[in-house]
Every structure is written in C-alpha cells, then in structure tokens.
C-alpha cells in the first residue's frame, strides 16, 4: 500500500526564521512527488518533483527529492505571515492513479 | 491555464435531500477527475476516481450508491450525494489531471463545503 508520511504534523516558527518540512514516501512505480499549500481552500499546487537531487525554487520556497531515501523537504526561508498553512506531500505511482497524501504539516508563523 | 471550477461553494440542506457538486475543468480536457472529502483539521481523503465515459472507481469504505458520480465529458464530472446526513458535512474536492500528460499533474477545484443539517 502505498503511503507518504510528512513530519513534523505541526510547526510553530517566528517571522524571518526559516522552516524544513519533511516528507518520506513509500510508493510502487513511483513517478513524481507534489508539494501543495493549503489555506482555507483547496491546495494550491507548488512543486512537482521527479528527478533525484535537483532542486525547485519558487520565490522563498524551496524543494529538493532524493529517490534514493525515498524522500523531499520542502524549505521556506524568511517565513512570512502569509505563509502560514498546511503543506501537503502527495505521490502519484503511475499515470492514472490517484494522488496518496500525507496529513500534511501545519505551519504557523507568528510575527 | 489548468483552472478547475467547483459548484457551488457552499450549500446547506436538510437531513435526507440530495446534493449535487459539480467540478468543471475551465481550459483544458479532464479524462481523469477525483473526488476527494476532507474533514476539519485532517487530510486529503481520495473517494472515487471518475472517468470519462465509463464508471468511477470508488475507495474502500466510500459507498457508491450514497455517493454518485457522472463524467458525462471531457470537462465535467458530478458528485451526488443522496439521502444526505449530518455525517455528510465536509469539504468536497474535485481535482482533475490533465490529459496526455506523461506525469501524474492535478489541479485542485475550490471545493464545495457543505452542511447538513
């Protein structure tokens, strides 16, 4: 069965420190890993990950695979307000199968 | 590009009604369409897979006559929820992955909250 666990499950940080968010993966035929924000609404897409060791940046946010220990982390520096939310992981196995999620991480920055 | 619509929003209806969500992709042709619950505070829960043409495959626990889903088209997938319950109150999320794409891309509709009263 394929599973994705992200830690930590939660995250309290100040504004302007940085963030790591893990997650590890277990998924047959694995293909790609998805990093989504979510608000109060749906995720909102960030990342998709699906070569080994090559990192995707995005303003503040950054995300980086190692297929060899099966896992992402996904880091947020200078961390705004407006970060705050829950960052889900997700892993496809192959072209038409539904998207496995971890719970996800809530993160929330203080100012 | 890759916008995908959910109607409506929000709805409210009594114990017993039927309630329909529809998800739409706006730009692009979906052959392949999910339906997800989320619960307050919890994650992602796929229900069903929905295919164009053919019938939706449903998740272990997810009743297939409690929960229906049509994909009459490339762009539109319905999910019915008969004989609603307060039980029923959640978030519901369509997302639809983009034809011909080699990689497992989705995009997220909105979501509809609904409340059963």
């Known amino acids: 069965e394929d599973k994705v666990v992200q830690s930590p499950l939660s995250l309290v940080v100040h504004e302007g420190d940085t963030v790591t968010l893990n997650c590890s993966y277990e998924?047959?035929?694995?293909?790609?890993l998805l990093w989504y924000k979510q608000e109060k609404k749906a995720p909102t897409f960030l990342f998709m990950l699906t070569s080994s060791g090559i990192e995707k940046k995005s303003g503040r946010l950054s995300s980086i695979l190692d297929k060899k220990e099966l896992f992402s982390i996904l880091n947020i520096t200078a961390t705004q307000t407006g970060d705050s939310a829950v960052y889900l992981c997700a892993g496809p196995s192959s072209g038409n199968t539904p998207l496995v999620f971890g719970k996800g991480t809530r993160l929330s920055v203080i100012a | 590009g890759a916008v995908v619509s959910q109607h409506p929003s929000w709805v409210i209806c009594k114990s017993g009604t039927s309630v329909k969500i529809e998800c739409r992709s706006l730009?692009?042709?979906?052959?392949?369409m999910f339906w997800y619950r989320q619960f307050p505070k919890q994650s992602l829960m796929l229900m069903a897979t929905s295919n164009e043409g053919s019938k939706a495959t449903y998740e272990q626990g997810v009743e297939k006559d409690k929960f229906l889903i049509n994909h009459a088209s490339l762009t539109l997938s319905t999910l019915t929820v008969t004989s609603a319950h307060p039980e029923d109150s959640s978030f519901y999320i369509c997302?639809?992955?983009?034809?011909?794409?080699?990689?497992?891309?989705?995009?997220f509709g909105p979501g509809t909250r609904l409340t059963v009263l």
């Open positions: 998924v047959t035929n694995f293909r790609s």
């Open positions: 730009d692009f042709q979906a052959t392949t």
């Open positions: 997302s639809a992955r983009l034809s011909g794409h080699s990689y497992n891309e989705q995009f």
